[in-house]
T-cell receptor
């Protein structure tokens, strides 16, 4: 199983709503990532969790709140978003040094296309 | 800072070879990647190369690395219409968590 599964695939939310994006992998990877991708742009790193601890926060506004409940799951809680937050949100995972292995390639999910109205 | 640059567009005829080029600035880059993104989809890892390699071949894909010039290329042999997508070059230093992506090259394949 080399899949990273993201739900939902599409999400429309109002600026006062609270919603969550979910990501799951069963590859035994110990690093998980959230990226934001605007149209025709490369992905931009938001957060990295390593061994369920937040390792990197790329100065993301607090209206985005990540959570890593266990080594297979990664959530992104959304609250009071702005229309400019509309984008494709990609989750990824990598070995992250698990089992003494070098962290090499990251595997991406299909993304959640978020529209804030 | 680190930077990865790619040309934005490439158009080829079906059956021809495509060559997508990339340059990077970080001399400590250890891993270099090519990702493919089809419309509305996530990124699919196509291949990657370690910085101590010059070439890697995987079926129709050939990756060439010129470490001296910090130049990476992806050659797709016998390009098909299904290869139409955006191709992202990316680099990572020493297997860390930060992968730097280029802007992506949009490949158009004409039938």
């Amino acid at each position: 199983d080399t899949e990273v599964t993201q739900t939902p695939k599409h999400l429309v939310m109002g600026m006062t709503n609270k919603k969550s994006l979910k990501c799951e992998q069963h590859m035994g990877h110990r690093a998980m990532y959230w990226y934001k991708q605007k149209a025709k742009k490369p992905p931009e790193l938001m957060f990295v969790y390593s061994y369920e601890k937040l390792s990197i926060n790329e100065s993301v506004p607090s209206r985005f709140s990540p959570e890593c409940p266990n080594s297979s799951l990664l959530n992104l809680h959304l609250h009071a978003l702005q229309p400019e937050d509309s984008a494709l949100y990609l989750c990824a995972s990598s070995q992250g040094g698990a089992l003494g292995q070098t962290n090499t390639e990251a595997f991406f999910g299909q993304g959640t296309r978020l529209t804030v109205v | 800072g680190e930077d990865v640059e790619q040309s934005l567009f490439l158009s080829v005829r079906e059956g021809d070879s495509s060559v997508i080029n990339c340059t990077y600035t970080d001399s400590s880059s250890t891993y270099l990647y090519w990702y493919k993104q089809e419309p509305g989809a996530g990124l699919q890892l196509l291949t990657y190369i370690f910085s101590n390699m010059d070439m890697k071949q995987d079926q129709r894909l050939t990756v060439l690395l010129n470490k001296k010039d910090k130049h990476l290329s992806l050659r797709i042999a016998d390009t098909q219409t299904g290869d139409s997508a955006i191709y992202f070059c990316a680099e990572n230093d020493d297997g860390g968590f930060k992968t730097i992506f280029g802007a992506g090259t949009r490949l158009f394949v004409k039938a």
